[in-house]
């Protein structure tokens, strides 16, 4: 993107972005507009019942400034980068979850005052009292186009 578009038309550009990716592969989608703090998006597959609660992180800089992990089964973040993107590209997603977020708190943890786990979050605090964590592409790679991640979580048959 050659110009800085304000921030909140560029969360809700990320946010029906991550929508529409969803709705490519086959399942619902729908944008929550702000009711739950830590969920922008919530997927269904309508064939089980299965859902999964998304937060979504854009961004048309380089970083992605004061990220706090998820925490939970059926919840996901999404991070959407727009860097460098002209209007006719895609952004580039990154899908994490909370098994990316333990391993990740796992490596840093000697650096951190502490981590706060609430019911929907990891967040890490560092000794000057910053929270949260800075994320570059670079340091996810491995997590760049992970649909699966979802897809799967939507697809698990439940066990009586």
């Not at 400034?65 to 006719?88: E, W």
């Not at 952004?91 to 909370?98: R, T």
């Not at 333990?102 to 990891?122: G, H, P, Y």
């Not at 570059?136 to 048959?157: G, M, V």
């Amino acid at each position: 993107m050659s110009r800085k578009i304000d921030k909140a038309l560029l969360g809700l550009a990320g946010e029906y972005a991550v929508t529409s990716e969803i709705c490519r592969r086959g399942y619902h989608a729908q944008i929550t507009f702000g009711r739950w703090k830590n969920t922008d998006v919530i997927a269904i597959n309508p064939s089980n019942g299965k859902a999964v609660l998304i937060e979504v992180k854009t961004k048309q800089g380089k970083e992605w400034p004061s990220v706090k992990g998820i925490k939970g089964s059926n919840r996901v973040q999404v991070l959407v980068d727009y860097h460098n993107k002209s209007l006719l590209e895609r952004p580039d997603f990154y899908i994490l979850n909370e098994d990316f977020w333990q391993a990740f708190i796992a490596k840093i943890r000697s650096k951190l005052k502490e981590v706060i786990e609430t019911e929907e979050a990891i967040i890490p605090v560092w000794p000057d009292g910053y929270k949260g964590v800075v994320l570059k592409p670079e340091d996810l790679k491995e997590y760049k186009e992970k649909w699966n991640i979802i897809e799967e979580l939507l697809s698990y048959h439940s066990v009586v």
